[in-house]
């Protein structure tokens, strides 16, 4: 498994931008698809974005998409979650995964495929 790091939550008001980040460490990092979710309060854990090992493929909740981009820098060991226009809806805790499977082909979009998770991080939006 991977170790993973959340950072970059808080408060922001409505139309505002925060970006996230994690750090990962503890196998090959580059290798791995890494996803988003987010978990609200009484809610089930969904998924918001997932990028490939090689960071050319990505996917986006439909709540999210044309608002958030997710990236990677595989230099870094790091991948990031800017999200822009957010709305009060986005609250929730914001959670980073690995997925299971090394070099996969395909982006998967349930918590099921992702094996190694971080501790999650805060994003409260105010309206």
């Known amino acids: 498994q991977v170790q993973l790091v959340e950072s970059g939550g808080g408060l922001v008001q409505a139309g505002g931008s925060l970006r996230l980040s994690c750090a990962a460490s503890?196998?090959?990092?580059?290798?791995?698809?890494m996803g988003w979710f987010r978990q609200a309060p009484g809610k089930e854990r969904e998924f918001v974005a997932t990028?490939?090992?090689?960071?050319?493929?990505?996917y986006y909740a439909d709540s999210v998409k044309g608002r958030f981009t997710i990236s990677r820098d595989n230099a870094k060991n790091t991948v990031y979650l800017q999200m822009n226009s957010l709305k009060p809806e986005d609250t929730a805790v914001y959670y980073c995964a690995a997925d299971r499977v090394p070099l996969g082909t395909t982006l998967h979009r349930s918590p099921a495929n992702f094996d190694s998770w971080g501790q999650g991080t805060q994003v409260t939006v105010s309206s």
């Open positions: 503890g196998r090959t990092f580059s290798s791995y698809a």
């Open positions: 990028i490939s090992w090689s960071g050319g493929g990505t």
